[in-house]
């Protein structure tokens, strides 16, 4: 029966090589180079077996890792490919959508970065101001299939979330227009069928989550496949999920995570970093007599990528040779020294108040708003600041910690603390909004039932840490056993809740009409994590980028009184428990002598995921 395969890549991230630069070290795991690798065997595999072979990449490309940020901030030469780009194309990428981190550099960086692309790049749902399309909608491609009478035509269109609007709000203005996902590809799919094409195949920046649709969703993979007929295969992304396979989707109606279907069609969502390939075999059926091509059956897998084998095959050491020297500025970039520090610098504990790193993050971007509002009436407002762990574990895994020694600091250092291109800028918010900030943060905690028996765990498991603001300048309580107010995706689910009790500004109760300025970043402001909403008014944003920041604080610190010691923490806690509660707090197998003296805590050795747990009692 004739054939077609289709593999995919999403959420790589700039990860071209298997290098961690945060730790500066190998990492055989990850990187397009060991992607490459599977994907030449991938492909190797389906043409013995007479199939024909699709390669596409799902976007979030070009950001992500130091190697992204080094060329992003350089920018590229007028003759210059992104690294990326020409790995992909070294693979024989056949098309690909951008995602939502593209636009983290800037608009014109974007387009010169695909603008190399020699395989066609599509999006169906951004558009420039004027109406006129950032990219082509769709492509036509055409492939000779054994068994077939003529050659197949493969539609393939993409979409990326609408909220690139708001999370590059500062980087982009007004220049762009994003229409809805779903709408945008009811339109586009039958487009794709009248200009001839057989097969329609969507490249879906989004992940999966469960209805009803409202519109504008972030992840609306699910809502595409049930709203707009005609699709034959999806590819997600966005999530840094695995599907099929897994307990993440499997109770959301409509999904079958075993076989890797939403509502019917064909799905596959493949990790991240080049974890994962997405692959979906397609047998086709010629229907006569009118000629056309459909889908007979499908079956979707979700392949693990090998470690990189030494020596390196063909594919992944073409990609090797294409990256050499930008690997070798970013090594020399991220290993340049900052600075030095006294006691370690790590997020195991954060979540339980040992949060220095949190602390340094906000001092530094305070400094820098501070200065940069001098002898304006934004300096009369009192000065807060907002920072979150970004590698806390969680959906990151147990060796997704940062995890700093002792001595002296790198780069490499500061980007672990703070590894995303985001600007600092400054928001005005009312004491009633500084409560909706906190309360969408203490959505981390799990809630602890007092009446429960047996261990129950602390954290959500599902939350980013990176939404996990906490705010210098503030006391306050936060307490687990009262019901979260907002889920992770930032939506109200009790309305009533209040986790955050005695926050208190200089010594005093906030009113609810205090008025303060926030130091925070332009993710954050651009409705990011749907903090407020995601309605805040931003009254200050700059240019220089968080971690610039960080490294200009880190340095004036080294001048003033020498190596960090991190000494200042933020002023909040958490409430008490009640007597008996068993809770297990989960952190990175890194933490033991770590523990802070000032935290009851009993190790109860590693969990099945590889997480250290222990017993929290509250403080001594």
Known sequence: MPRLRLIATSDLHAHARPWDYLADRPDPRHGLVAAGAAIAAARAEAEAAGAAVLLVDNGDLLQGAALGDLVGAAGLAPDETHPMIAGLAALGCDAATPGNHEFNYGLPFMEASYGGAPFPVVCANVARRDGSPLFPSFVLLERTVPGLPRRLRIGVTGVLPPQILMWDKALLGDALVVED?????????PDMRAAGADLAVVLCHSGIAEGPRAGGEENAALFVAQDVPGIDAIVCGHLHRVFPGGRDFAHIPGVDAERGRLAGVPAVMPGFYGSHLGIVDL???ADEPDGGV???TASCEAR?????PDPPPPAAAAILRLTADVHARTLAHVRRPVGETRTPIDTYFTALGDDGDLALLCAAQAAFVRRA???TALAELPLLAAAAPFLAGGRNGPRGYTD?????LAMRDLAALYPYPNAVCAVRVTGAEIVLWLERAAGLFATIDPDARGPQPLLDARFPSYHFDMIQGL??????????RFDREGDVVDPGARRVRDLSFDGRPVREDDVFLLATNTYRAGGGGRFCGGRLETVFTATTLVREALHEHVRDRAVQSGPLGLEDRLSWRLADLPEGVEVLYATGPGARGREPADLRLEERGLD???FRLYRYRGRR
């Open 181 to 189: 996902m779903v709408d945008a590809l009811a339109r586009t799919v």
């Open 283 to 285: 047998e086709l059926v």
């Open 294 to 296: 459909r889908v007979a």
């Open 304 to 308: 693990p990528v090998p470690p990189l």
């Open 373 to 375: 509002i001098a002898g």
């Open 404 to 408: 700093i020694p002792a001595g002296p």
């Open 475 to 484: 006391s306050y309580t936060i307490d687990p056993t009262v019901p979260a």
């Open 608 to 610: 099945a995921e590889g």
